[in-house]
């Protein structure tokens, strides 16, 4: 007797999800939202394959290289999936001699990371992408990058806080402490780490696995443990006479001295949170580098003194950590080709950004579809269906831009189309008699009523309008009903 197959397990693969329905209307929602202001700043549209040859990607992302996935062998290529849309980008202004562009990108990226599918943290998830490349003055495209952060979130109607650094102020900070040249990543890396855990943690990563010693990270924590505005850090950082004798923190200075002036003609100033422990572990930042995170429900100003950060400290509020993310990378472009194209950009986490919003939707789920008008038809026993007349309305709504269905039966049952039609603000029901007057009629779902303009014997029957006037009627109530767009 042959053996039984083994039954094959189905579901998604780990660290991925099927999208579907409200979900999926929640995430295109985003996807819109993101995309509307990438142009509203003129941005162009740029797609590149799903995976790269694997020399593409390597050395770009310190520590975080792990997390690539790599793929086998393909007819003596060695490829691997994108571990984010930046590095593409840069190959991309490199192959084909790109000097100026401001690009946006909404792809999948994969990343071999440990998944948190309730906090928005995949394997598999989408990155909306916004950069701006090509030699301009100092800080100011930086500046816009940070309005586009803004202008999203106000969009989303998120509050949020843009924890902000400066590489070159960073990397002086290690050197002023005492932190040798080619420790300096290693040791970023561990910094970066303070805003989900404690400084002692920290601490003792940076000195007994990366061989620091420990007055040196205690000279390091003197530093990193300050945030405030931007003016403030400023202050903070030129009171120090051992600070600004160093070259790359003067270089660094100069930089943020343009961006607090920049962004407050730009109304981006009060969310600008300078954050010395902020590190980034990208290899390939060069100049400002910045994190978007949900505000505290706390409401509570940043202190320039915030005392030692709790583990999770974060990711309280919201549960997803940051949500946005990017920075300068003046030399990455050049890793490619012969010429160095500066650019400074920003990612939005889609995935984790959608967490947020559907916690803050709670239980009441959203719309599976996005349906104006149900098309219905009723009658006696002599009733047909009145398939071709309902396939006759379905064509005049949709011909005027409206979304509509109906039933793909010949002859449905009116409790059956009421069923079908549940999500869906308005119906236009079509009957025998009335349809022999050239009229049918309109109704309001959900709440008995037909519009404001009916006789009392109408109640509960909807609107009775002529077939001339029912794409105007249709889009006249649309407007008072529902916020959904009507092309």
């Known amino acids: 007797m042959a053996s039984k197959e083994a039954k094959i397990s189905l579901k998604a693969v780990k660290g991925t999800r099927d999208w579907s329905g409200s979900d999926l209307l929640l995430r295109d929602h985003v996807f819109e939202t993101i995309s509307n202001i990438f142009k509203l700043h003129g941005g162009t549209p740029l797609d590149t394959p799903v995976f790269e040859l694997r020399e593409i990607l390597s050395g770009k992302y310190g520590e975080d290289s792990k997390l690539i996935y790599n793929l086998e062998d393909q007819g003596g290529e060695l490829c691997a999936l994108r571990y984010d849309l930046t590095v593409p980008f840069a190959r991309w202004l490199a192959m084909n001699n790109v000097q100026q562009i401001k690009r946006y990108q909404i792809a999948k990226v994969y990343r071999r990371d440990q998944p948190a599918i309730a906090r928005g943290r995949m394997r598999e998830f989408y990155q909306c992408d916004f950069d701006i490349a090509g030699q301009y003055d100092p800080m100011i495209p930086d500046a816009e990058i940070l309005r ?60 007994e696995q990366k061989g620091l010693p420990e007055e040196v990270a205690d000279k390091i924590g003197q530093y990193v443990l300050n945030k405030g505005t931007v003016d403030e850090m400023i202050k903070f950082i030129r009171s120090d006479e051992g600070l600004t004798a160093n070259d790359e923190i003067k270089a660094g200075l100069a930089d943020m001295d343009l961006l607090s002036a920049y962004s407050k003609e730009l109304n981006t100033f009060d969310k600008i949170s300078f954050d010395l422990s902020l590190a980034r572990g990208l290899d390939y930042y060069t100049g400002v580098i910045f994190e978007v995170v949900q505000k505290p429900a706390s409401n509570k100003e940043e202190s320039r003194y915030p005392g030692k950060p709790t583990k999770g400290k974060e990711e309280t509020s919201a549960g997803v950590g940051s949500i946005a993310a990017g920075g300068r990378y003046d030399n990455l472009v050049g890793m490619y080709g012969k010429k160095q194209i500066p650019c400074v950009g920003i990612s939005f986490g889609v995935d984790r950004i959608y967490t947020i919003l559907k916690a803050r939707r709670g239980d009441k789920a959203g719309p599976s579809r996005q349906v104006d008008v149900y098309v219905m038809a009723f009658g006696g026993k002599e009733f047909d269906g009145l398939l071709l007349q309902r396939m006759s309305v379905a064509r005049q709504l949709w011909e005027a831009g409206i979304r509509a269905e109906y039933s793909a039966k010949v002859k449905p049952r009116l409790p059956q189309q009421f069923k079908a039609a549940e999500d869906v603000p308005l119906a236009v029901i079509l009957g025998q008699d009335e349809l022999a007057d050239g009229k049918v009629r309109i109704k309001v779902l959900g709440t008995g009523k037909g519009g404001e303009e009916k006789k009392e014997d109408e109640k509960d029957q909807g609107l009775l309008v002529s077939r001339d006037n029912l794409v105007e009627e249709v889009k006249k109530l649309l407007q008072q009903t529902t916020s959904l767009p009507i092309r």
């Open 148 to 207: 586009v952060v803004a202008e999203t979130f106000d969009a989303l109607d998120q509050e949020i806080v843009i924890k902000l650094n400066h590489r070159k102020i960073l990397d002086g900070l290690f050197a002023v402490a005492g932190v040798p040249a080619e420790k300096i990543r290693p040791i970023s890396s561990a910094v970066d780490k303070l805003d989900k855990e404690p400084w002692e943690a920290v601490k003792k990563e940076m000195v």
